[in-house]
């Protein structure tokens, strides 16, 4: 690939690691979080597909695309031995790319990744297998609903700040979706980032795969959920205790699925003193 992936560099000393952020996120919107980790890492954070320049949906066939590329990137910046962090759909993706290349990661730190109960998966796959019309998640049409352009930024912030999926943000957090969740729009205004149609596709093909690839997994591993979470749910926590059970789960209270928004300090806090007793 002669395209280089694109990313982002936080600086900081210490240990390289590498962010691998969540569906429909840029890694900007994450800057709490980000900028906490610098004081125990090296931190880098990958643009996945939907934010590279004319990357089409069409191209997204399962989320193995998205844990191929962070393997290209790591490649590419001769990357080896860093711990891999991922949240949600970067969750996903970091953990096939540890299971398929281990040399590129001395740890793992999984936040809330899309781990989906296995009843649910099979009844994914019972779909598939018989060539029925693929599973719409209702995520899907609430992405390709989604409102994505406005005036100017303030229009934004005064449409998104009500939504109770940014209720425990902070002020702070929530700017920090607007400035880098949004981007300038060629006729004026702006315009979602991570485009509603790769929201969608990205959706639409849920990793069915992923218990599969857990027992694999031979780096040290921290796991987070968020109590709240409405996509880890305690079913899916508790096969993944049984299948990793050697890995460190932490549970963090009062937060959603959006927990390195909501608790950027904590989150961080959490997974340097993990890695300082390693």
Same mark, same amino acid.
């Given at each position: 690939?002669?395209?280089?992936?694109?990313?982002?560099?936080?600086?900081?000393?210490?240990?390289?690691?590498?962010?691998?952020?969540?569906?429909?996120?840029?890694?900007?919107?994450?800057?709490?979080?980000?900028?906490?980790?610098?004081?125990?890492?090296?931190?880098?954070?990958?643009?996945?597909?939907?934010?590279?320049?004319?990357?089409?949906?069409?191209?997204?066939?399962?989320?193995?695309?998205?844990?191929?590329?962070?393997?290209?990137?790591?490649?590419?910046?001769?990357?080896?031995?860093?711990?891999?962090?991922?949240?949600?759909?970067?969750?996903?993706?970091?953990?096939?790319?540890?299971?398929?290349?281990?040399?590129?990661?001395?740890?793992?730190?999984?936040?809330?990744?899309?781990?989906?109960?296995?009843?649910?998966?099979?009844?994914?796959?019972?779909?598939?297998? #018989?060539?029925?019309?693929?599973?719409? &998640? %209702?995520?899907?049409?609430? $992405? /390709?609903?989604? @409102?994505?352009?406005?005036?100017?930024?303030?229009?934004?912030?005064?449409?998104?700040?009500?939504?109770?999926?940014?209720?425990?943000?902070?002020?702070?957090?929530?700017?920090?979706?607007?400035?880098?969740?949004?981007?300038?729009?060629? #006729?004026?205004?702006?315009?979602?980032? &991570? %485009?509603?149609?790769?929201? $969608? /596709?990205?959706? @639409?093909?849920?990793?069915?795969?992923?218990?599969?690839?857990?027992?694999?997994?031979?780096?040290?591993?921290?796991?987070?959920?968020?109590?709240?979470?409405?996509?880890?749910?305690?079913?899916?926590?508790?096969?993944?205790?049984?299948?990793?059970?050697?890995?460190?789960?932490?549970?963090?209270?009062?937060?959603?699925?959006?927990?390195?928004?909501?608790?950027?300090?904590?989150?961080?806090?959490?997974?340097?003193?993990?890695?300082?007793?390693?």
């Amino acid at each position: 690939m002669s395209f280089m992936i694109p990313f982002h560099d936080y600086g900081g000393r210490g240990p390289m690691l590498h962010f691998a952020h969540a569906n429909a996120y840029p890694p900007g919107s994450y800057r709490l979080f980000l900028n906490a980790l610098p004081r125990n890492f090296q931190v880098l954070a990958v643009k996945h597909r939907p934010l590279w320049p004319a990357a089409q949906p069409e191209e997204m066939k399962s989320w193995h695309r998205i844990a191929e590329d962070l393997i290209t990137f790591f490649d590419q910046q001769n990357l080896r031995g860093v711990i891999g962090v991922g949240h949600s759909l970067g969750g996903v993706a970091t953990m096939i790319a540890a299971a398929k290349r281990p040399e590129l990661f001395s740890h793992l730190v999984l936040i809330d990744p899309v781990f989906l109960a296995p009843h649910l998966l099979a009844v994914v796959e019972e779909r598939v297998k #018989n060539q029925e019309e693929p599973f719409e &998640f %209702p995520l899907v049409a609430v $992405a /390709q609903k989604r @409102r994505d352009w406005w005036s100017s930024r303030a229009a934004a912030y005064e449409h998104l700040r009500p939504k109770p999926v940014f209720a425990r943000f902070s002020d702070e957090a929530m700017w920090d979706f607007i400035n880098y969740g949004l981007a300038d729009d060629a #006729n004026g205004g702006v315009h979602l980032a &991570f %485009p509603k149609a790769w929201e $969608a /596709q990205i959706y @639409r093909m849920p990793p069915t795969y992923v218990w599969e690839y857990v027992p694999q997994i031979s780096q040290p591993t921290l796991a987070i959920r968020a109590a709240n979470s409405d996509t880890l749910f305690p079913l899916a926590w508790e096969h993944w205790q049984k299948l990793q059970p050697h890995a460190t789960f932490m549970e963090i209270p009062d937060c959603s699925h959006l927990l390195t928004m909501e608790k950027p300090e904590p989150v961080a806090s959490l997974i340097a003193r993990w890695a300082k007793d390693l």
